[in-house]
């Protein structure tokens, strides 16, 4: 299973970006790279995924390195909603499809 | 479209009691998760299901603990003679189809259930 390693803790200030890496080094070239989000007392939410492109949706931006060994959720415009644990969680395809492997995950905190 | 359920939300046992967690995938979902996650520790991996087979368990404890996703009905994890260790929240994640293969499917959290025992 591939490792990550995250920062144990980020802060920001409302209405800034946010830039959350995450080192996976590890990753096989199959592997996708998801990101989760938890609020407290609650389940992770989907937030993005990639393989090797960078990636946009409603909620954030991925950029994923060229060699695939880091990647960044970027959040454009931080809000006092998205304070959470975010986790980056690769995928495993082949013999061990389905199975996310979390990290201990980001702290963020949002500041108004 | 209801959401991943599982239910109780809370579960108190005593030690040596057996615990059973409940999980309803989202309509359509036939792929059911399991993780675990231990007070102050990111989540693990457990099992993975699919109706009626055990894909993929090697997350499991090799003793006291069982999952199963039958034809009808949710999924159930199973923990037979609880002890202090297991408290912890499960939680159940729900897929339309496997990931990987060239697939990549959203996996849907279910809200958890938090597990204690005295």
């Known amino acids: 299973d591939a490792k990550t390693t995250q920062p144990n803790s980020m802060e920001s200030n409302e209405e800034e970006p946010v830039h959350l890496p995450c080192n996976h080094s590890?990753?096989?070239?199959?592997?996708?790279i998801h990101w989760y989000r938890q609020l407290p007392s609650q389940g992770p939410e989907y937030v993005i995924h990639?393989?090797?492109s960078n990636v946009n949706n409603r909620m954030a931006s991925l950029a994923i390195a060229e060699d695939r060994k880091s990647s960044t959720l970027i959040l454009h415009r931080a809000t006092l909603r998205d304070a959470a644990v975010y986790y980056c969680a690769p995928i495993a395809g082949g013999t061990s499809y389905g199975k996310l492997t979390f990290g201990q995950g980001t702290i963020l905190t949002v500041h108004p | 479209n209801a959401g991943v359920m599982q239910n109780p939300r809370h579960l108190v046992r005593r030690r040596g009691q057996e615990a059973r967690l409940r999980c309803s995938p989202m309509?359509?979902?036939?792929?059911v998760y399991w993780y675990r996650q231990l007070p102050e520790e990111g989540l693990k991996f457990m099992v993975y299901l699919q109706k009626e087979n055990i894909i993929d368990e090697s997350g499991m404890p090799k003793e006291r603990f069982s999952a199963e996703f039958p034809k009808e009905g949710p999924s159930i994890l199973r923990i037979q003679q609880v002890v202090r260790g297991d408290s912890a929240a499960y939680f159940c994640?729900?897929?339309?189809?496997?990931?990987?293969?060239?697939?990549?499917?959203?996996?849907?959290f279910g809200p958890g259930t938090r597990l204690l025992v005295l």
């Open positions: 994640a729900s897929s339309p189809r496997s990931v990987g293969g060239g697939y990549q499917e959203t996996q849907y």
């Open positions: 990639g393989l090797t």
């Open positions: 309509k359509g979902h036939s792929h």
């Open positions: 590890t990753i096989s070239g199959t592997d996708y």
